[in-house]
């Protein structure tokens, strides 16, 4: 194993650690709270109304368009950060590749923004 | 150590992918399918491949898994559940499958594939990506922002539709 | 002496664990801490008392609050998908105890470096982590299998992966300077001048940016008590409720520590800390300075909760997707510029 994956390795421990943070509460609560069900602790919670209808509601369309657009610019973000680690050694034609990356998807962006799909309608 | 961990992270994956597949519940699948990519991720770091295994992760299992899971409450899934699968998903998947075996075996066949999981020498660091990408892979990676170009199209035509 | 050579060997691993698990228990301290704090400057900022009764000056309040937690009826709904409900808020609380892995809390103690896991990828692996804490809050929506807990659910996800945006472009500007992902490499680029001095814009955006993935006001939406009741969390009671306020302060401390590290010189400060014969209580001082920094960040979190009023839907995604994000790609360009014309040719 090279020098960087022994890190690797503690992190692995650490998400066992943390994995046990978040479970253990549950289990100790579990063992030590009391049992007093009835029917109407078993009821929707919705400030003291009662619940009318199937809870799945057809939400909008738009956070499922601000997903999709999310991915894109993530990619994006994805590229740049191996750029900008590398910039000082690149130069200058690493700086024009990525403006001409840029303006590829800058454009994108413009083009979405004037056809209104980031607005919140 | 190596290899036991090669092993655990492969099972793990391909018993996560098993599930994707068979789980009836689609949230159910789709959690199971971000621990098959949490296991490739681990397989990525045996090859000492660090920053292609952090971008899977943020790539496919935090942002589009996300995706997938805005569509799945898109749909009514009670419906969703019931719904009687077809045979032909199913024979379809299964030529993609087979197609996809043959020509990976023959590009290894080719290909000449090194013999140690990973090449001595190199770290898969950002910087060592970074300066690779931006000097000789040059094109593929201008040719990337097209595409991504073309998705966002995709989703501007998407949410044309939707107003009409 | 068979014994000595195999203690020798398992060591590093040993002080390895050993930090994992202090490093653990100072955050879930912390986390206690600082919701009385919360409570206790609210109080004082709406000129009341606030919780001074158990222990003195309150102090022991968050221990009552934990028993009282442990010891409360686990109230499970008939109608909720049982194992999503109960994995949603462990889901929550370990991508936020996760990330914190790879800030550099001190310069060395004893020769130990004071960082779980220095890792290359640095700031990449707080990224990918910290996105996974979308997962939590949307099944928490999606299994309570009612209203304001679904629409909750969905508001967040918008919300934090539009801000996940802003705040990765935010950070690029810092990577340019530095040269590298790495935390170590980052803050020993600010032993002179900090980063603050030079990217206030991306420092800007990056705050704005944390406020809204941590969920706090005044971006809560998704736990908005007057429209949602809860949000995400309605339906849940004693420990599991715990674990998402857990998650959420976890959070906030989080992304403390990460705006210590890439704008405020992480561990060093002017003038102080250099003791040349006295390793031992540099290291501590170090350590001291850096909670120091992350506890005045924390105080503006809680500050501005009980400063600022709650913003609209429409106009916190305008915000983030028509002022920040593109804020955040002129910042990059601007950089990109200046260091292109310093470069030497």
């Given at each position: 194993?090279?020098?960087?994956?022994?890190?690797?390795?503690?992190?692995?421990?650490?998400?066992?650690?943390?994995?046990?943070?978040?479970v253990?509460?549950?289990?100790?609560?579990?063992?030590?709270r009391?049992?007093?069900?009835?029917?109407?602790?078993?009821?929707?919670?919705?400030?003291?109304?009662?619940?009318?209808g199937?809870?799945?509601?057809?939400?909008?369309?738009?956070?499922?368009?601000?997903?999709?657009?999310?991915?894109?610019?993530?990619?994006?973000?994805?590229?740049?950060?191996?750029?900008a680690?590398?910039?000082?050694?690149?130069?200058?034609?690493?700086?024009?590749?990525?403006?001409?990356?840029?303006?590829?998807?800058?454009?994108?962006?413009?083009?979405?923004?004037?056809?209104?799909?980031?607005?919140?309608? | 150590m190596?290899?036991?961990?090669?092993?655990?992270?492969?099972?793990?994956?391909?018993s996560?992918?098993?599930?994707?597949?068979?789980?009836?519940?689609?949230v159910?699948?789709?959690?199971?399918?971000?621990?098959?990519?949490?296991?490739?991720?681990g397989?990525?770091?045996?090859?000492?491949?660090?920053?292609?295994?952090?971008?899977?992760?943020?790539?496919y299992?935090g942002?589009?898994?996300v995706?997938?899971?805005?569509?799945?409450?898109?749909?009514n899934?009670p419906?969703?559940?019931?719904?009687?699968?077809?045979w032909?998903?199913?024979?379809?998947?299964?030529?993609?499958m087979?197609?996809?075996?043959?020509?990976?075996?023959?590009?290894?066949?080719?290909?000449k594939l090194?013999?140690?999981?990973?090449?001595?020498?190199?770290?898969?660091?950002?910087?060592?990506?970074g300066?690779?990408?931006f000097s000789?892979?040059?094109?593929?990676f201008?040719?990337?922002?097209?595409?991504?170009?073309?998705?966002?199209?995709?989703?501007?035509?998407?949410?044309?539709?939707?107003?009409? | 002496?068979?014994?000595?050579?195999?203690?020798?060997?398992?060591?590093?691993?040993?002080?390895?664990?050993?930090?994992?698990?202090?490093?653990?228990?100072?955050?879930?301290?912390?986390?206690a801490?600082?919701?009385?704090?919360?409570?206790?400057i609210a109080?004082?900022?709406q000129?009341?008392?606030?919780?001074?009764?158990?222990?003195?000056?309150?102090?022991?309040?968050?221990?009552?609050?934990?028993?009282?937690?442990?010891f409360?009826?686990?109230?499970?709904?008939a109608?909720?998908?049982?194992?999503?409900?109960?994995?949603?808020?462990?889901?929550?609380?370990?991508?936020?105890?996760?990330?914190?892995?790879?800030i550099?809390?001190?310069?060395?103690l004893?020769?130990?470096?004071?960082?779980?896991?220095?890792?290359?990828?640095?700031?990449?692996?707080?990224?990918?982590?910290?996105?996974?804490?979308?997962?939590?809050?949307?099944?928490?929506?999606?299994?309570?299998?009612?209203?304001?807990?679904?629409?909750?659910g969905i508001?967040?996800?918008?919300?934090?992966?539009?801000?996940?945006?802003?705040?990765?472009?935010?950070?690029?500007?810092?990577?340019?300077?530095?040269?590298?992902?790495?935390?170590?490499?980052?803050?020993?680029?600010?032993?002179?001048c900090?980063?603050?001095?030079?990217?206030?814009?991306?420092?800007?955006?990056?705050?704005v940016?944390?406020?809204?993935?941590?969920?706090?006001?005044?971006?809560?939406?998704?736990?908005?008590?007057?429209?949602?009741?809860?949000?995400?969390?309605?339906?849940?009671?004693?420990?599991k409720?715990?674990?998402?306020?857990?998650?959420?302060?976890?959070?906030?401390?989080?992304?403390?520590?990460?705006?210590?590290?890439?704008?405020?010189?992480?561990?060093?400060?002017?003038?102080?800390?250099?003791?040349?014969?006295?390793?031992?209580w540099?290291?501590?001082?170090?350590i001291?300075?850096?909670?120091?920094?992350?506890?005045?960040?924390?105080?503006?979190?809680?500050w501005?909760?009980w400063?600022?009023?709650?913003?609209?839907?429409?106009?916190?995604?305008?915000?983030?997707?028509?002022?920040?994000?593109?804020?955040?790609?002129?910042?990059?360009?601007l950089?990109?510029?200046?260091?292109?014309?310093q470069?030497?040719?």
């Amino acid at each position: 194993m090279g020098p960087y994956a022994t890190s690797y390795v503690l992190i692995g421990a650490l998400m066992l650690f943390g994995a046990m943070v978040g479970v253990a509460p549950l289990v100790i609560s579990a063992w030590l709270r009391p049992r007093k069900p009835s029917p109407l602790k078993n009821q929707t919670f919705e400030c003291g109304l009662e619940s009318k209808g199937d809870s799945w509601v057809q939400f909008k369309v738009q956070y499922y368009i601000y997903a999709l657009v999310f991915v894109i610019f993530d990619l994006e973000t994805i590229f740049l950060l191996p750029w900008a680690a590398t910039f000082h050694q690149l130069g200058l034609f690493a700086f024009l590749e990525m403006i001409v990356f840029l303006v590829v998807l800058v454009g994108g962006l413009v083009w979405a923004w004037r056809k209104g799909v980031l607005e919140w309608k | 150590m190596e290899n036991s961990l090669f092993y655990f992270f492969s099972v793990a994956m391909l018993s996560c992918a098993l599930l994707t597949i068979t789980c009836k519940n689609p949230v159910s699948s789709v959690i199971f399918l971000v621990l098959a990519f949490f296991s490739m991720a681990g397989l990525f770091v045996l090859l000492n491949a660090f920053f292609l295994a952090a971008v899977q992760v943020l790539v496919y299992a935090g942002a589009i898994m996300v995706l997938f899971l805005f569509v799945i409450m898109l749909l009514n899934l009670p419906a969703e559940e019931k719904r009687h699968r077809g045979w032909f998903g199913g024979a379809a998947s299964i030529f993609v499958m087979v197609a996809l075996m043959l020509e990976l075996s023959f590009v290894a066949h080719h290909e000449k594939l090194a013999s140690s999981p990973a090449s001595p020498g190199i770290d898969g660091t950002t910087e060592d990506v970074g300066m690779v990408l931006f000097s000789r892979y040059m094109l593929p990676f201008e040719v990337a922002s097209l595409l991504l170009l073309a998705a966002m199209i995709g989703v501007i035509i998407l949410s044309r539709k939707e107003k009409k | 002496m068979n014994d000595l050579i195999h203690l020798i060997a398992i060591t590093p691993w040993a002080i390895a664990l050993v930090k994992i698990g202090v490093v653990l228990v100072i955050m879930l301290g912390l986390v206690a801490y600082t919701v009385l704090a919360e409570r206790r400057i609210a109080a004082l900022i709406q000129d009341r008392r606030g919780p001074n009764r158990v222990g003195p000056f309150g102090l022991l309040q968050p221990v009552a609050d934990g028993v009282k937690f442990l010891f409360k009826e686990n109230v499970m709904p008939a109608h909720v998908n049982k194992i999503y409900y109960v994995l949603a808020p462990t889901i929550t609380l370990i991508p936020a105890l996760l990330t914190f892995a790879v800030i550099p809390f001190g310069s060395t103690l004893g020769g130990v470096p004071m960082v779980i896991a220095d890792l290359n990828v640095g700031v990449l692996w707080i990224f990918s982590i910290a996105s996974l804490g979308v997962y939590g809050i949307v099944l928490a929506g999606w299994s309570s299998n009612s209203k304001y807990p679904f629409l909750g659910g969905i508001r967040s996800s918008a919300q934090m992966i539009s801000y996940e945006l802003s705040m990765g472009m935010s950070v690029i500007g810092v990577f340019m300077l530095v040269g590298s992902l790495n935390m170590t490499r980052v803050v020993g680029y600010q032993h002179d001048c900090w980063l603050v001095f030079k990217q206030p814009v991306g420092f800007l955006i990056f705050l704005v940016a944390a406020f809204a993935e941590t969920n706090r006001l005044p971006f809560d939406l998704p736990e908005s008590e007057q429209e949602l009741v809860g949000g995400y969390h309605t339906e849940y009671g004693s420990m599991k409720f715990a674990l998402f306020f857990l998650a959420e302060y976890a959070n906030m401390i989080t992304a403390s520590a990460l705006m210590v590290t890439l704008f405020f010189g992480g561990w060093q400060f002017p003038f102080i800390g250099f003791a040349p014969n006295h390793p031992m209580w540099n290291g501590v001082l170090h350590i001291g300075i850096f909670f120091a920094k992350l506890l005045c960040l924390m105080l503006v979190f809680i500050w501005v909760r009980w400063m600022f009023p709650r913003f609209r839907y429409d106009q916190l995604m305008n915000l983030g997707w028509k002022v920040f994000f593109p804020l955040g790609l002129a910042n990059i360009l601007l950089t990109a510029l200046i260091l292109t014309m310093q470069a030497p040719r």
